[in-house]
């Protein structure tokens, strides 16, 4: 590693408070600064006892668990930082069907979905999913994570000339999708019609391509999506529409297909985007499309076409969750998240500032970044494990706590880390005022 | 350095990042304003420190409040 100048090293070491993720981001020169200052900083904060990232969990994500941080020491906490939202990661069936597959395929596909990687398991995944959405005319494209196939399906759906226009608050798969596509990347403001139609108004010209791009559940925001009037618009101008429901999938809509269900625009949206490592318990995703556009984006996401094919055991897990998820025990767990995350928000209302999150996806805001440190500690060391977000995932002085509602949470536990969140709110000044 | 030559070097960075802006960069407007997502803002900043050669202490970056803001930054540490 090249020299950095040490006195920039020390000023890290010494005022580590003052540093945020996002100042590493910046490259300023030939050497390797950002790397060398980045894993002092990270060293530091170890050293001091408030690196709270990376803890290691010695067991299955359930709903209160211990966990180990990276110098060893032990916590206890409730979990609201994973997005098992049905508790089907380790549902006995599901782990079952996931050895019975790696017992009869092995370990990995060995080689790209289009070349040799196909198993029987991964059609019968399709055929799954297919039975579980239930339209006709559509088909399913696999990938290996959600993020890759909104890099994959954008860049294999729009090419240079073409235009992908998003809202503001959409996720970095899709900001990154639209960047690889070469295609004019333009943003509306979040859930903001009016804006969407003007930007709608120059890019829809009747010869380029134009694909909207939307979230069912902006995960950021815990906020639900205007699907119905963003497909009536893009319809009106023409334009294409993809929906990404990673957090809404198998959750949202009477039957688990989403807000898209939920909202009445299923057959209307040209590409559902799903992961598979939230609901579904596992890792990976799909795109919903019709067939002749799957067919084609399996051939030309190029990601997918240049990755192995998922992993046995995870797609034989993934059959048996679609299996469960259209039973009764999927209807009533459905059920059950809806009413916990109603609760847990009860608990919160009024005494902090949940934004404008209206889903499992609990929002706190508790502004600045510089506290982000200091606060993920004091949660994990009072018993709650939550996923922070802050810039560059939100706007800047934004930050917030995010929490992941379960079916599987009990109301003592929710109610036990809505007294910690409170508590934290109290201590580092973000109580409502 | 002079703020004219600061501010082409931005707006510079700023178009390549976004697509579509046509008007006259106003110093006194936010990038957001513009459209940049938060990724976008990473990368002005950093391409324009790159291309003008001037290094903005890492933790002098937080409290820029909008484009004329950068620009004073690069003024002050270009001297240094």
Known sequence: ?433 | MERTEILKVIEKHLVKSVAGITETIDPDKKFTDYGANSLDIVEIVSGAMRELKVKIPRTELNDIQNIKGLIDKFETYSKN
């Open chain 1, 1 to 433: 590693m090249s020299t950095v100048d040490e006195t920039l090293v020390k000023h890290v070491h010494d005022h580590y408070a003052e540093y945020t993720y996002d100042m590493f981001m910046m490259n300023m020169s030939p050497d390797l600064e950002e790397m060398q200052l980045f894993a002092e900083w990270a060293d530091t904060l170890k050293e001091k006892k408030i690196y709270s990232f990376e803890a290691v969990r010695p067991s299955a994500q359930k709903t209160e668990i211990d966990l180990a941080r990276d110098n060893g020491e032990p916590m206890h906490i409730i979990n609201l930082s994973s997005y098992n939202y049905l508790g089907f990661s380790y549902h006995p069936d599901v782990i079952k069907a996931a050895q019975d597959a790696v017992g009869k395929y092995g370990l990995g596909a060995s080689s790209s979905p289009v070349i040799s990687g196909t198993y029987k398991i991964h059609k019968e995944l399709e055929t799954a999913l297919e039975k579980f959405f239930d339209l006709p005319d559509r088909g399913v494209s696999l990938f290996t994570s959600g993020y890759s196939v909104n890099l994959g399906a954008i860049s294999a759906f729009i090419k240079p000339g073409n235009h992908v226009v998003m809202d503001m608050a959409s996720h970095m798969s899709i900001v990154e999708g639209a960047r690889l596509s070469g295609g004019e990347v333009h943003y509306f403001k979040h859930n903001d019609m009016a804006s969407l139609e003007e930007v709608l108004k120059k890019t829809c010209d009747g010869f380029a391509r134009v694909l909207v791009c939307v979230e069912g559940i902006y995960s950021g925001d815990g906020d639900i999506g205007n699907l119905k009037d963003v497909v009536r618009l893009a319809k009106q101008y023409g334009a294409f529409t993809l929906v990404d429901e990673a957090h809404s999938a198998m959750v949202a809509g009477e039957n688990g297909r989403g807000v898209c269900e939920e909202q009445g625009v299923l057959e209307d949206v040209d590409l559902y985007v799903m992961t598979f490592s939230k609901a579904f318990g596992g890792v990976g995703g799909a795109v919903y499309a019709k067939k002749e556009i799957c067919k084609y984006i399996n051939w030309y996401a190029r990601c997918r076409m240049f990755s192995c094919a998922l992993d046995p055991a995870v797609t034989g897990g993934m059959v048996k969750v679609i299996e469960l998820a259209m039973t009764e025990i999927g209807k009533e767990r459905r059920k059950r998240l809806k009413t916990n995350a109603a609760f847990f928000r009860s608990l919160l209302k009024g005494k902090v500032n949940l934004g404008i999150s209206e889903s499992w996806v609990v929002i706190v805001n508790f502004g600045s970044e510089s506290k982000t440190l200091e606060l993920n500690d004091y949660l994990q060391r009072t018993g709650l494990d939550t996923s922070i977000i802050q810039f560059p995932a939100v706007p800047k002085n934004d930050a917030r706590i995010r929490m992941f509602i379960t079916s599987e949470h009990t109301e003592a536990q929710l109610k036990k880390a809505a007294e910690i969140i409170l508590g934290a709110a109290k201590k580092f000044d973000f109580l409502k005022k």
